[in-house]
């Protein structure tokens, strides 16, 4: 009996030791999850949301690109931004495909029965937007048909009001946001401003929760840049390009105006262009800008370089003579005058105004390729010119020293030397303009969030004298009035230009009936208000400048003139 008792007692002590153990652990587990959910519960509550709280990106508003409209007496804008709508779907929402595809089609011009009702059975969760840039009035067209699993959202994009006008000057806005070409490359720094952020939090499901304040820096806006160019003026100067590259079957062409005394672009057009709101739709080829982006030899129109360096040197005058026999012979090759006659005794000004080749060579031997790179490297032949525009190219000329004797020569009469348009514009900016070099510029100001910055007119540099500059306009006016040109007057006025008919270089030489036409000049000439490029690449039915470029300058030199209201001379 005793020993059973004694054995009670010790199963007795083993239970109340497994009890006690039992009570010390569940205390233990029972404070432990008091601690988490009581007095850690705060912190865990951060952890948790910290989980779902994301720094969202808050883009900034692009600046616009505004131009000067003279008869409206404001500013315009060329490039701004829009809120359009992208319409989506949701596949696995969507229980009657054939009902939708049936509403649906109507507005997705691009896409097939079959195609549609692929994608709205395909049970995905997310499909790529079926179509962009929806206007309101199709947006609510297409609210009103209540289809499940059919979403619009709103998405800002640049806008172009005046659809392809200046489109190579002005560039476009990609996808991504990115300017591209003209203005919108250039300056997309500047337009763009610059992002905000954001703290959000979001659900499981990626849906934003309203809670209270978060983390916030605001984006900064874009600035607006002001072009130089008048708005009224570069549309006559587009569709009158168009006319003529269409009238004579051109390859294209190109057109450009500045103020000689400012160096500030009035227009900047090439045809054929595109429609930056719709730049997917266009080949690359369409982006570029030839106004500065594209060398040419430029021809004829280089004699007025050459002549002007004679002058400006003391070698010749407007009065020297020279004996044209139709032809000059240059180490092993002739160089010819492109009619093919001899005229005898001819004065620097008959030069010019016949366009003598050989003229053009009598003057450079006499300068000598140091004296004539050095005014040629003077006039900005170069380098580029920074007008302001995504994709300036420099021109082809080399160093001096590596000239042979015939390229000296034909550079004389613009060719073994290739140029941009913008760069031949400002060269002869320098002749109107008493022999001041001015720097082109596109662009007048711009206008950021805090204050404008305006640009100013800037010299490069003197090349010629004043006495220089004005013998050698008063020679550009008979090239005008007796000479190739006469298709470029404008009745009541002096207008001084030159016509350059350009051969293009090829792999094996120059080819053989294609030619780029070209006419430079200004008007009036004692006072200009403008100096002009006209351009026309490749016309069909003619070879010569002076019955393509020279009459699309004189209409358009006639509107200018008009325009500004700028009394006649005689």
């Keep these: 009996m ?4 004694s054995n009670e007692l010790l199963q007795l002590r083993r239970v109340n030791l497994l009890g006690l153990i039992f009570v010390v652990f569940l205390v233990l587990v029972m404070g432990r999850i008091f601690q988490r959910q009581i007095i850690e519960h705060s912190n865990f509550l951060a952890l948790a949301k910290e989980q779902h709280i994301v720094n969202e990106e808050m883009a900034a508003k692009r600046g616009k690109i505004l131009v000067y409209d003279q008869q409206l007496e404001t500013y315009y804008p060329l490039a ?3 809120s359009l709508y992208n319409l989506s779907v949701v596949p696995t929402q969507i229980k009657q495909p054939e009902l939708v595809v049936s509403k649906l089609l109507p507005f997705l ?14 049970n995905k969760v997310y499909v790529s937007p079926l179509k962009r840039r929806i206007e309101v009035k199709e947006k609510e067209a297409i609210e009103a048909l209540t289809l499940e699993g059919v979403y619009l959202r709103s998405e800002e994009y640049r806008y172009y009001p005046e659809d392809d006008l200046a489109s190579n000057t002005l560039g476009f806005v990609n996808r991504d946001r990115q300017g ?3 203005i919108e490359g250039y300056f997309d720094q500047e337009l763009s401003g610059q992002s905000g952020l954001a703290q959000v939090e979001k659900s499981s499901l990626g849906t934003h929760i309203t809670t209270g304040s978060r983390k916030v820096i605001n984006p900064e806006n874009g600035a607006d840049v002001v072009l130089t160019i008048d708005r009224a003026v570069q549309y006559f100067v587009e569709k009158k390009l168009q006319e003529y590259v269409e009238r004579y079957e051109a390859v294209g062409g190109e057109v450009i105006i500045m103020e000689p005394q400012t160096g500030k672009i009035v227009a900047m057009a090439n045809y054929p262009d595109f429609n930056p709101n719709y730049y997917n739709e266009f080949s690359l080829e369409n982006f570029t800008n030839p106004n500065i982006s594209s060398v040419y030899e430029p021809g004829s129109v280089f004699k007025i370089f050459t002549i002007a360096a004679g002058i400006d040197a003391g070698l010749i005058s407007p009065n020297t003579t020279y004996t044209d026999t139709g032809e000059i012979q240059i180490t092993d090759k002739i160089i010819r005058n492109s009619d093919l006659a001899a005229h005898g005794v001819q004065t620097m000004t008959q030069v010019l105004e ?3 080749n050989t003229g053009a060579v009598f003057v450079v031997q006499k300068l000598g390729r140091q004296l004539f790179y050095k005014y040629l490297k003077d006039l900005g032949f170069d380098a580029i010119t920074n007008v302001g525009l995504a994709g300036e190219v420099p021109a082809s000329m080399r160093p001096f020293r590596e000239w042979p004797e015939m390229d000296l020569a034909t550079m004389s009469f613009g060719q073994a030397i290739a140029v941009t348009p913008i760069q031949l514009v400002a060269a002869v900016g320098a002749i109107a303009n008493q022999g001041k070099l001015m720097k082109p510029q596109i662009v007048e100001k711009i206008i950021y969030p805090d204050g404008a910055v305006a640009f100013d007119p800037q010299i490069v540099r003197v090349v010629f004298k004043p006495q220089t500059a004005q013998l050698v306009s008063a020679m550009m006016v008979n090239v005008v009035e007796k000479g190739h040109g006469t298709q470029a007057g404008v009745v009541g006025y002096r207008v001084a230009g030159k016509t350059g008919t350009a051969q293009i270089a090829g ?6 009936d294609d030619t780029i036409g070209s006419f430079v000049g200004f008007a009036p000439m004692d006072n200009p208000r ?3 490029l006209t351009r026309i690449d490749r016309p069909k039915g003619t070879v010569f400048a002076e019955s393509s470029a020279a009459p699309l300058f004189g209409d358009i030199a006639e509107y200018l003139l008009n325009y500004w209201q700028v009394p006649p001379e005689r």
């Design 80 to 82: 701004t931004n829009v």
């Design 2 to 5: 005793a020993y059973n008792a």
């Design 180 to 182: 591209q070409y003209g």
């Design 109 to 122: 011009d691009d896409m097939t029965e079959t195609d549609l009702l692929e994608i709205l059975k395909s």
């Design 507 to 512: 792999p094996g030489g120059y080819e053989k």
């Design 530 to 532: 403008f100096v002009m």
């Design 354 to 356: 016949k366009s003598l």
